[in-house]
């Protein structure tokens, strides 16, 4: 659902063709929705065309991946899946608190490896 303050909009292949849709009419969007692996699997795999058609949908999905990757670390470490309203603040508050650990999580690794140091 879009809220009408979008300038880019990315999404994986089941939303092929949501721009021809007559909600979204009008709308000054940038859809980045991924092809079908048909649309470029019938193409030769030595044309230029092909390769340039699987840089662009790999560019789309690394994209996909660092927004997703977030919202998997808060659904699966941090058992964020329902959601129960106790106010606009309180939510916004425990979300931000919720992303920002997601943050920590996935830099554990860099943090960890530097903890026994000392740096002036």
């Known amino acids: 659902r879009l809220h009408g303050d979008e300038n880019m909009v990315g999404a994986d292949a089941g939303y092929t063709g949501v721009e021809k849709r007559p909600e979204h009419e009008g709308r000054e969007v940038i859809w980045q929705i991924a092809a079908r692996r048909s649309t470029y699997k019938k193409l030769d795999k030595r044309s230029a065309l092909y390769k340039a058609a699987r ?3 790999k ?4 994209v996909r991946a660092k927004v997703e990757h977030p919202f998997r670390v808060i659904k699966r470490q941090f058992g964020y899946v329902k959601v129960r309203f106790r106010g606009l ?13 997601s943050n920590l999580w996935m830099a554990r690794r860099y943090l960890l490896t530097n903890a026994g140091e000392v740096r002036l």
């Open 55 to 57: 840089k662009i949908e």
């Open 59 to 62: 560019a789309k999905a690394q």
């Open 89 to 101: 603040a309180k939510n916004t508050a425990q979300l931000v608190t919720l992303f920002a650990l």
